[in-house]
């Protein structure tokens, strides 16, 4: 049974500082990872989407890296701004071949971050 | 775009009511959809999913069913809501093709059952 796990729950961090948040999973049978942010009250926002056979993507200060053989992937914030306090979810799905033909995605319980001035 | 709604945004029901939640996408064509569930300290939960019309499947058994009436058109229901049902619901679909199946969701339903 696929498990993920994000660390740490939470992180409070002046304006400017480079983070890194971390999201582990059991199964390396992953077909690929998706990272979200969610604000308070509202739904998810796709921020970066890595298929099973890339590294890393980029958006903006965002990067996100895989490493599927160790079943780990970080989130790389540059340069932290207030504007990205939220809380920002990790899931990971497995082939639609092997799924009846959706993406299932198993979640991350979210890492909650502040970003203060 | 590719945009989907999701109404109401806010519920107030009493146990033992019914309940409808409506998702609807704009902008795509046969897409696959979904229903979460994210309850207060707990992860978000995959509820339904829908392949085409009137096609259904369950994750978890539970109060609730879902439908499909229409291409772009994906209903959460209940005939009677427990205190558990409360929580807040959303709605996603995905993308395949070259967007690797990509997921994305709609702004959610808060749902308190009183």
């Known amino acids: 049974k696929q498990e993920v796990t994000q660390i740490p729950a939470a992180l409070s961090v002046p304006e400017g500082e480079n983070l890194v948040l971390n999201c582990s999973f059991t199964?390396?049978?992953?077909?690929?990872l998706q990272w979200f942010r969610q604000d308070p009250g509202k739904g998810l926002t796709s921020l970066l989407l890595?298929?099973?056979?890339?590294r890393e993507q980029t958006s903006g200060r965002l990067n996100a890296s895989l490493d599927k053989s160790s079943g780990r992937s970080t989130l790389y914030i540059a340069a932290s701004q207030p504007g990205d306090s939220a809380t920002y979810l990790c899931?990971?799905?497995?082939?639609?071949?092997?799924?009846?033909?959706?993406?299932?995605?198993?979640f991350g319980a979210g890492t909650r971050l502040a970003v203060h001035p | 775009s590719q945009t989907i709604h999701q109404w109401p945004a806010t519920l107030v029901q009493p146990v033992g009511s019914p309940l409808s939640l409506e998702c609807t996408v704009e902008?795509?064509?046969?897409?696959?959809l979904y229903w979460y569930r994210q309850a207060a300290g707990r992860g978000l939960q995959l509820l339904f999913y829908?392949?085409?019309?009137?096609?259904i499947s369950s994750e978890v058994p539970q109060n609730l069913s879902a439908s499909r009436p229409q291409d772009r058109q994906f209903i959460l229901s209940s005939k009677k809501l427990l205190l558990s049902d409360s929580g807040f619901y959303l709605c996603?679909?995905?993308?395949?093709?070259?967007?690797?199946?990509?997921?994305?969701f709609g702004p959610g339903t808060r749902l308190t059952v009183l």
């Open positions: 902008g795509t064509s046969n897409p696959n």
């Open positions: 996603a679909r995905n993308v395949g093709g070259g967007r690797g199946n990509e997921q994305f």
């Open positions: 199964d390396s049978a992953i077909y690929n």
């Open positions: 829908s392949v085409g019309i009137g096609q």
């Open positions: 890595i298929q099973s056979s890339q």
């Open positions: 899931a990971v799905s497995r082939s639609p071949l092997f799924s009846g033909g959706y993406n299932k995605l198993i």
